[in-house]
C-alpha cells in the first residue's frame, strides 16, 4: 500500500539505480529480497558473530589491562575473566537482553580455542601455527576508526581526545602505570606526545570493542529467529536491525583502565558518548566505506596520485572490494573471512558446496555473502537515520517524499563508482 501510495504522489526516480531507491522508498533494503539472500545473510552473521565475541572481549581486555605494555607479546592471550566476562546484552543479567543466549563467551568461540583446526595444544602453539582468531582484523578495523576519526563529522568523540581534560585523565593513568619504573616515565618525559597518541589508539580499542559487544548478540539473536522461522524476508531482518539501532542508540561510550585493583577513567561515562553517534556511524563510514587501500596494491606518493587527495574520497571498504583475486579492500578481509569460515551453519555449507568450485573457493564465496550482508547493514543505517532525520515512508505530504528521496539519492550516490558492489548485488549470479 505505501509503495503504491509513494508512485502516485511522486513521479519515478531518475536516479541510475532507481529500482533501488524505489525498494528503499517502499521500506526494503538495498539487498533484494529473495530466499537465498536472507539465507546468506543470516548465516554470515552467525558466523561473523562467534569471532566478533573474541574480538570486542580483547579489544576491550587491550584497552582495560594490557594498556601501555611495551612488550605486548600475549595481548591476544584472552583470560579467563574476560572469556567470563557478562555480555550487557545477552544473559539473565543483561542491561537490554537482546539475544536470548548466555552472557559469557560463545561455546563454539571456546570450543575453537581449545582446539583450533589441528587439536588441542597449548595457547602458544594455536597462535603460532596461526589457528586462531584473527585479531589482526579487529585492530586494522580500529586503526581505520582512529586515521579516518577527524575528517567524518560525526559525533564529538575524537575531538575530545585533543581536549585538555582527555590529556589530564591520560597524563594520570600514564604515570599510574608507570609507578616504579623510571626509565618509562623518563622517556615519558622526554616523549609525551608519542605515549599520548598511545593512549588516543586504546581509546579507539575500547570505542570498537563496546560497539561490537552490542553486534555479537543482535547477529547470534537474528540466527535464532531465522532457524525459527521468525523472518520472511530481507527487509524483516534490516528493521531488525533498525530497531535494534534505536533500542541501543544511547548506549555509554568510555575507556576505563585497571591499574593495580583501581579504575581510572579516561573517557568517563559522565561526558555522554553514545553507541550511535560515537561507535555506530563512525563505524559504518571508516570501516564499511572508507578504509585504506589494500597494503601494497596503492603508492601514497602524492606525485602518483594512486589515491584521493581527500579521505572524505577513499572508497576501500567492504562495499568496494573485489574479494575475487585477494580480498582486496583497506582492511584486509580474507582475514575475516578466515575467521568466519570456521563458525558457518550447516545450511550455508551446504549452499556453497552447491556453487563453489571446490573447497578453495570457499572463501571468496563467504567474502562475496558477507559483501552482500554489509549492504544490508548499510540499508538498516540508511533507514535508520531517515527515520531519525526526515519523514516516515507513509509520510501523505508529497514534499517530506521528496525530501526522503533526496536523502536516498544522495546515500546511493556513493556507489556510482565503478568500484562498488551494489549492482554486482543484485543478481544471484554474483558468486
Known amino acids: 500500500m505505501t509503495t503504491l501510495t509513494q508512485k502516485a504522489i511522486l513521479p519515478p526516480s531518475t536516479h541510475p539505480f532507481a529500482d533501488v531507491i524505489h525498494r528503499l522508498e517502499a521500506g526494503g533494503s538495498m539487498l533484494p529480497d529473495t530466499p537465498e539472500n536472507l539465507m546468506q545473510i543470516i548465516g554470515i552473521y552467525k558466523a561473523y558473530a562467534v569471532p566478533m565475541d573474541f574480538y570486542w572481549r580483547d579489544l576491550l581486555y587491550i584497552a582495560e589491562r594490557v594498556f601501555l605494555n611495551p612488550l605486548r607479546f600475549f595481548k591476544y592471550f ?19 537482553r537482546i539475544w536470548r543466549g548466555e552472557a559469557s563467551a560463545h561455546p563454539e568461540l571456546l570450543e575453537f580455542m581449545e582446539k583450533g583446526n589441528t587439536t588441542k595444544m597449548p595457547k602458544l602453539f594455536h597462535h603460532l601455527w596461526h589457528d586462531r582468531i584473527n585479531m589482526e582484523f579487529a585492530e586494522a578495523c580500529m586503526q581505520a576508526m582512529l586515521w579516518h576519526g577527524r575528517d567524518m563529522g560525526m559525533g564529538k568523540f575524537d575531538a575530545y581526545l585533543d581536549s585538555d581534560e582527555y590529556k589530564a585523565n591520560a597524563d594520570k593513568a600514564i604515570r599510574a602505570y608507570f609507578k616504579g619504573n623510571p626509565p618509562m616515565l623518563a622517556l615519558y618525559k622526554l616523549f609525551p606526545d608519542l605515549f599520548l597518541e598511545q593512549v588516543r589508539e586504546l581509546s579507539y580499542y575500547s570505542n570498537l570493542g563496546l560497539f561490537w559487544e552490542v553486534m555479537a548478540p543482535v547477529f547470534f539473536e537474528m540466527s535464532d529467529i531465522y532457524d525459527e522461522g521468525g523472518f520472511k524476508g530481507v527487509p524483516d ?89 585477494v580480498g582486496t579492500a583497506g582492511i584486509p578481509p580474507t582475514l575475516l573471512m578466515d575467521d568466519m569460515l570456521h563458525f558457518l551453519p550447516p545450511y550455508l555449507i551446504e549452499y556453497y558446496q552447491k556453487h563453489c568450485r571446490g573447497e578453495d573457493d570457499m572463501l571468496v ?38 525530501k526522503n528521496r533526496q536523502f536516498f539519492e544522495a546515500q546511493i550516490d556513493r556507489f556510482l563508482r565503478p568500484e562498488a558492489r551494489l549492482k554486482d548485488i543484485q543478481s544471484d549470479s554474483y558468486r
Open 78 to 96: 584472552l583470560p579467563q575473566e574476560y572469556l567470563d566476562l557478562a555480555n550487557h546484552y545477552a544473559g539473565e543479567t543483561a542491561d537490554l
Open 237 to 325: 531482518a534490516m528493521n531488525f536491525l533498525v530497531n535494534g539501532i534505536f533500542a541501543i542508540a544511547g548506549r555509554p561510550i568510555y575507556h576505563h583502565v585497571y591499574i593495580d585493583g583501581e579504575c581510572l577513567e579516561i573517557i568517563p561515562k559522565s561526558k555522554g558518548f553514545t553507541w550511535l553517534y560515537e561507535a555506530a556511524l563512525p563505524y559504518v563510514e571508516a570501516v564499511f566505506y572508507r578504509t585504506a587501500p589494500f597494503r601494497g596494491t596503492k603508492s601514497y606518493n602524492a606525485q602518483a596520485k594512486q589515491v584521493p587527495e581527500e579521505q572524505k574520497d577513499f572508497h576501500y571498504g567492504i562495499l568496494y572490494a573485489d574479494v575475487f583475486p
Open 365 to 402: 564465496q563467504l567474502g562475496i555473502t558477507f559483501q552482500r550482508s554489509m549492504y544490508n547493514v548499510t540499508s538498516a543505517v540508511i533507514q535508520a537515520l531517515r527515520t531519525a532525520l526526515l519523514y516516515p515512508l507513509d509520510d501523505p505530504n508529497p514534499r517530506h517524499l521528496a
